[in-house]
């Protein structure tokens, strides 16, 4: 995208327009690997099932929306370009897409009132309370 707002986003063709949409891919689904990291080890197994499910459809839907968003390359660049603040080359396109990511948000809701819940009641991930001043087991 650099590369093109300097050169005056003349060519959009082939590669361009696939590292683009990979790239707006990665950036759509490492947000939801951000908010797994965050309580990844705090849920249980109904926890770990709603993240990896909220994952999953985060993975599915971000592919889609980078595949949407390729071919309008050369309207985005354009728009970038001319300091134009008209976002509709980006948002018609993913309007629906970035709606299903709801789910995604819904599934991280519910992992995440786990955490909450394993941690407001003492619980370790297995299901064991914590023992202050002592470790608990390992899952090994």
Known sequence: MAYLSVSGG???????????????????ASTFVTYALVAAHLVGRSG?????????WAALV?????LALSPDLHPIVTAITGRSTAIVAVTHPITLLDSLLAFSYLAFFLAFVDAHY???????????PVTPGIAPKSAS
């Open 48 to 56: 770990e099932v709603a993240m990896g499910l909220g994952l999953a």
């Open 62 to 66: 971000s592919a889609l929306i980078g």
């Open 118 to 128: 394993r941690v407001a009641k003492g619980l370790t991930p297995e299901g064991s």
């Open 10 to 28: 003349s060519d959009t063709t082939g590669l361009l327009r696939v590292e683009f949409g990979v790239a707006v891919a990665i950036v759509f």
